[in-house]
């Protein structure tokens, strides 16, 4: 089935002690973006990345790492988080070139920092 | 400015009916593309539709179409038929071929009513 899976889907952490979300692709897609959802802000990109070790900023990235070293695999790393990086948080792939392919997105994670 | 706009915080619509959730957009790209999220209680993001810039036609999906005005740069969904599954989130989003990001706004809940 083809799928963007995150993991884990809900977390519960403290401020300062590093976490990796983890995001896999089995659709072969050269895209990946990284979102976060707040309330009454819609989504925003926090980063993307164009093809393998090709990485960007988008919106919001601040506080946020992302690296792609395989195609499949998108991981975002908080080194440092804080509370307001509470969020839920969407990895997405798609075909390039994105802006005339759909993106899939994965389940979302909840991310909760104390 | 905002990339995208969505005035419409909340929507009613009584089943069977057709419903318009508005869009519009900011750009000074020729090239770009306009896609719909539907986001339901269960929180996944689903993909509805896609408009490309040089699409002459109004992009339809089943009962879904988008009313594509380039002048006024409005891309607004339009939902025929409305349905108690359609109550959910909806997103409209924006890619420009130059500048590799993606805009969402801020989204419309829709509720259909028995």
């Known amino acids: 089935e083809a799928q963007v899976t995150q993991n884990p889907r809900y977390l519960i952490t403290v401020t300062g002690k590093k976490l990796t979300v983890t995001c896999s692709q089995n659709?072969?897609?050269?895209?990946m973006s990284w979102y976060r959802q707040d309330p009454g802000l819609g989504l925003r990109q926090i980063y993307y990345?164009?093809?393998?070790?090709?990485?960007d900023k988008g919106d919001v990235p601040e506080g946020y790492k992302v690296s792609r070293k395989e195609k499949r695999n998108f991981p975002l790393i908080l080194e440092s988080p804080s509370p307001n990086q509470t969020s839920l948080y969407f990895c997405?792939?798609?075909?390039?070139?994105?802006?005339?392919?759909?993106?899939?997105f994965g389940p979302g994670t909840r991310l909760t920092v104390l | 400015a905002q990339k995208i706009t969505q005035t419409q915080p909340g929507m009613f619509v009584q089943e069977k009916e057709a419903v318009t959730l508005d869009c519009t957009y900011d750009?000074?790209?020729?090239?770009?593309?306009l896609f719909w999220y539907k986001q339901p209680s269960s929180g996944e993001m689903i993909f509805l539709i896609y408009?490309?810039?040089?699409?002459?036609q109004n992009a339809t999906e089943g009962r879904y179409s988008l009313n594509f005005q380039k002048a006024r740069k409005s891309a607004n969904l339009v939902i025929s038929a409305s349905q108690l599954g359609d109550s959910a989130m909806y997103f409209c989003?924006?890619?420009?071929?130059?500048?590799?990001?993606?805009?969402f706004g801020t989204g419309t809940s829709l509720t259909v009513i028995p």
């Open positions: 990345s164009m093809n393998v070790e090709v990485t």
């Open positions: 659709m072969n897609h050269e895209y």
């Open positions: 989003a924006m890619r420009e071929d130059t500048g590799n990001q993606f805009y």
């Open positions: 997405a792939s798609s075909l390039y070139p994105p802006t005339y392919n759909e993106q899939f």
């Open positions: 750009t000074s790209d020729p090239s770009y593309g």
């Open positions: 408009q490309g810039s040089y699409d002459q």
